[in-house]
C-alpha cells in the first residue's frame, strides 16, 4: 500500500506491507516511530492511501483508495493476523500500527470501464 500523511508544515507517502481484518475494517501495518510518516501521524492521526494492481491493460485496472484513522495496535488479535501473514517480522518485533478505515473508493474495469465502488464506514 501507498500511505500518505500530513502536518500543516510537512507531507509524507511510504510503502507499507499490510494486513486487512474485515471485522474490524481496518489495516494492520508494521512501522518505526522514528519515520517521517509516522511523526506525522503522531500529529495528525487522519491519513489517506491506495492500493493497486499494477497493469498496462486499461480493461484489468484495480485500484482501491481510501481514508481512515491511524493509531497505535492494541488488539492482539490483529497483532496475531499480521505476524501469521508476515511470520519473518515477529523476529523484528515491529511496532504495529492499526488503519481503522472510514471510506473505500474501489475503482474496478474488470466491471466496465470507470466503475466505481464507494463504501462510506463513518456513516455506520
Given at each position: 500500500?501507498?500511505?500518505?500523511?500530513?502536518t500543516?508544515?510537512?507531507?509524507?507517502v511510504?510503502?507499507?506491507?499490510f494486513?486487512?481484518d474485515t471485522?474490524?475494517?481496518s489495516f494492520?501495518?508494521?512501522?518505526?516511530?522514528k519515520?517521517?510518516?509516522i511523526?506525522n501521524?503522531l500529529?495528525?492521526?487522519?491519513i489517506?492511501g491506495?492500493?493497486l494492481?499494477?497493469?498496462?491493460?486499461?480493461?484489468?485496472?484495480?485500484g482501491l483508495?481510501?481514508?481512515?484513522?491511524?493509531?497505535?495496535?492494541?488488539?492482539?488479535?490483529?497483532?496475531?493476523?499480521y505476524?501469521?501473514?508476515?511470520?519473518?517480522?515477529?523476529?523484528?518485533?515491529?511496532?504495529?500500527w492499526?488503519i481503522?478505515?472510514?471510506?473505500?473508493?474501489l475503482?474496478d474495469?474488470s466491471?466496465?470501464?470507470?466503475k466505481?465502488?464507494?463504501?462510506?464506514f463513518?456513516?455506520?
Open positions: 500500500m501507498s500511505l500518505a500523511t500530513s500543516p508544515d510537512e507531507l509524507s511510504c510503502s507499507l506491507f494486513s486487512y471485522n474490524t475494517k494492520i501495518v508494521a512501522s518505526s516511530e519515520t517521517l510518516h511523526q501521524i500529529l495528525n492521526k487522519n489517506a491506495n492500493i494492481l499494477e497493469t498496462k491493460n486499461v480493461a484489468e485496472i484495480q483508495q481510501f481514508s481512515g484513522e491511524f493509531i497505535s495496535l492494541v488488539d492482539k488479535e490483529l497483532e496475531e493476523l505476524l501469521k501473514d508476515f511470520p519473518y517480522a515477529k523476529e523484528l518485533n515491529p511496532k504495529l492499526q481503522k478505515v472510514k471510506h473505500f473508493k475503482t474495469n466491471l466496465g470501464f470507470g466505481k465502488i464507494v463504501v462510506d463513518s456513516l455506520d
